[in-house]
C-alpha cells in the first residue's frame, strides 16, 4: 500500500492579481519533479487566472468551499459544477474556520460533501477539536462525531477513495501551536479505524488523511513520517514560496 503524499496550500482569505502570479509562477518554476502531489486553494474570484497559470504545471486546484445546492436562487454561493468548469478537482469542507465564523454544521458539510462528489470533486473533509475539548479529555468523541457524520450520509457508509480527510486541531490552526507527530498519529489511526467500521473495508488503506495546523518548513518531516499522515493542508505557511517549497519537499 503506497499513498501518494498531498501538500495542500489553503490560502484562505490572501491574494491578488498580482501576487497570485508572483507566488504560482515561482511556484511552477522551483517546483521540482516531485513524488508527492500538490494543490493550491485560492479564494473563488482567483481559480480561473490561477487555472490559467497552472495550466501544463502538475500543481492541481482546489476550492475552499462550496455550495450543497446545484444552482439556482442562493444568493453568493458557488456551486461544485462550476468549480469543475474552472479547473478544479479539489474542495475543502466543513474547514474549522467556516465551521466555528460561519455556522456550518456537520449536517450542511455532509450535504456540500456529497454535493463535491456528485459532481466529481475530491472533498478534503477538515476536522479537529478545540482546545477545550481537547483538555476535557473528549478529542475522540468529537473527531468520530465530526466524521461519522459525513460517513453516516455516503452509499453503504463506504468512504470513496478519492475523498481525502484532513485533520487540523483548532488550537494548532494559525497559532504557530503543533500538534505533536504522535498526538496527530493517534487521531489519524482512530480516524482510520472509524473508515473501517462495519468490516474491513478494501479501500481504506488508500485513503489519504491529512494534517494540518501551523505546519512549517521545521515541523513538516516528522508530521509527514508518521504512518498515516499522508501530507499537510497548509494555511500561513502556503503564501511564502521558499517555505511552501520546502514542505513539499519533505512530503517526498
Ligand atoms: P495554518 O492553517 O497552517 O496557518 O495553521 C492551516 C489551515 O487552516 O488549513
Redesign the pocket.
Known amino acids: 500500500m503506497m499513498r501518494k503524499k498531498l501538500v495542500a496550500g ?1 490560502w ?1 482569505m490572501n491574494g491578488s492579481l498580482a501576487q497570485n502570479r508572483a507566488l504560482l509562477a515561482s511556484l511552477c518554476q522551483q517546483l521540482p519533479i516531485l513524488s508527492c502531489e500538490v494543490a493550491v486553494f485560492p479564494p473563488f474570484p482567483y481559480l480561473s487566472q490561477a487555472s490559467e497559470l497552472l495550466h501544463g504545471s502538475s500543481i492541481r486546484l482546489g476550492a475552499q468551499t462550496l455550495s450543497e445546492y446545484r444552482e439556482g436562487a442562493y444568493t453568493g454561493e458557488v456551486a461544485a459544477g462550476m468549480l469543475r468548469e474552472v479547473g478544479c478537482s479539489y474542495v475543502l469542507v466543513g ?3 467556516r465551521r466555528s465564523l460561519f455556522a456550518e454544521s456537520d449536517q450542511a458539510i455532509a450535504r456540500k460533501f456529497l454535493a463535491a462528489l456528485a459532481s466529481g470533486l475530491n472533498p478534503i473533509l ?1 476536522f479537529g477539536e478545540t482546545l477545550e475539548e481537547r483538555q476535557a479529555g473528549v478529542t475522540l468523541d468529537v473527531i468520530k462525531r465530526q466524521v461519522l457524520a459525513v460517513l453516516a450520509c455516503l452509499d453503504g457508509g463506504s468512504w470513496p477513495q478519492s475523498a481525502i480527510l ?1 485533520y ?1 486541531p483548532v488550537w ?4 504557530g501551536l503543533t500538534a505533536t507527530p504522535l498526538q496527530a498519529q493517534e487521531v489519524h489511526a482512530y480516524v482510520r479505524s472509524l473508515l473501517n467500521q462495519g468490516g474491513e473495508e478494501a479501500g481504506v488503506a488508500e485513503v489519504r488523511i491529512l494534517y ?4 512549517r518548513a521545521k515541523n513538516a518531516r516528522e508530521l509527514f513520517c508518521q504512518p498515516d499522515i499522508d501530507g499537510g ?6 503564501l511564502n514560496v521558499d517555505e511552501f517549497l520546502e514542505i513539499c519537499r519533505a512530503a517526498t
Not at 494548532?172 to 497559532?175: E, F, K, M
Not at 494540518?212 to 505546519?215: C, E
Open positions: 489553503n484562505k474547514h474549522s474556520e477538515c484532513a487540523e494548532a490552526i494559525g497559532t494540518g495546523g501551523s505546519v493542508l497548509i494555511g500561513g505557511a502556503s
